[in-house]
């Protein structure tokens, strides 16, 4: 979804002198044999525009916090965590979107340190973020840190209530879970 709407976003900028551009090449594989696995199809289509989006991207001569958003997010969308991570030391101010982002990848690739050092260094905190690390913490069945994370959070929602009790039921630990569920 975060693809297309770039690539909408960079087709209506494709005016030079009033005339629209093509910008087809930008988001065609190169020429190559059809492959039967559709899969790995969608893979290459979404790594070559993925390249294209990012050489986009550098010659921007100036770039918001919106389009740092929108790369990070579609490489970590893509399972390219390093250049997500190597995009988000680049970015001049980090903000509670990318940052929360990161914590997702970090989580996602294995590495709560990362994960909760990125979120402890947050200087703002919203509800997304404090989910995202109790989730990572709770899928990890890392239950002291999740209950550490869900006591100290300044505000629970929905999300916060359902992802800590769900976590105990996930890692077979029904008393906690009732009690949890009573609490709410």
Same mark, same amino acid.
């Given at each position: 979804?975060?693809?297309?709407?770039?690539?909408?976003?960079?087709?209506?900028?494709?005016?030079t002198?009033?005339q629209?551009?093509?910008?087809?090449?930008?988001?065609?594989?190169?020429?190559?044999?059809?492959?039967?696995?559709?899969?790995?199809?969608?893979?290459?289509?979404?790594?070559?525009?993925?390249?294209?989006?990012?050489?986009?991207?550098?010659?921007?001569?100036?770039?918001?916090?919106?389009?740092?958003?929108?790369?990070?997010?579609?490489?970590?969308?893509?399972?390219?965590?390093?250049?997500?991570?190597?995009?988000?030391?680049?970015?001049?101010?980090k903000?509670?979107?990318?940052?929360?982002?990161?914590?997702?990848?970090?989580?996602k690739?294995?590495?709560?340190?990362?994960?909760?050092?990125?979120?402890?260094?947050m +200087?703002? /905190?919203?509800? @997304? =973020? #404090?989910?995202?690390?109790? *989730?990572?913490?709770? %899928?990890? $069945?890392?239950? !002291? &840190?999740?209950?550490?994370?869900?006591?100290?959070? +300044?505000? /629970?929602?929905? @999300? =916060? #209530?359902?992802?800590?009790l *769900?976590?105990?039921? %996930?890692? $077979?630990?029904? !008393? &906690?879970?009732?009690?949890?569920?009573?609490?709410?």
């Amino acid at each position: 979804m975060r693809l297309r709407y770039l690539h909408t976003t960079i087709l209506r900028r494709s005016r030079t002198n009033g005339q629209r551009q093509s910008t087809n090449h930008l988001f065609e594989p190169p020429a190559r044999p059809r492959s039967n696995n559709f899969t790995n199809s969608n893979i290459v289509k979404c790594n070559v525009a993925m390249r294209n989006h990012m050489r986009l991207f550098h010659s921007m001569p100036r770039k918001s916090e919106v389009t740092y958003n929108t790369m990070i997010s579609g490489y970590f969308s893509n399972g390219e965590y390093n250049l997500a991570q190597n995009l988000f030391d680049e970015m001049p101010v980090k903000n509670l979107v990318a940052q929360t982002i990161m914590i997702k990848a970090n989580i996602k690739n294995n590495n709560l340190i990362a994960a909760w050092r990125l979120f402890d260094e947050m +200087p703002i /905190k919203d509800i @997304v =973020s #404090w989910n995202t690390i109790l *989730s990572g913490y709770m %899928q990890n $069945g890392l239950m !002291d &840190e999740a209950n550490r994370v869900f006591d100290e959070m +300044p505000m /629970k929602d929905v @999300v =916060s #209530w359902s992802t800590i009790l *769900s976590g105990y039921v %996930q890692n $077979g630990l029904m !008393d &906690e879970a009732t009690g949890i569920f009573h609490d709410m």
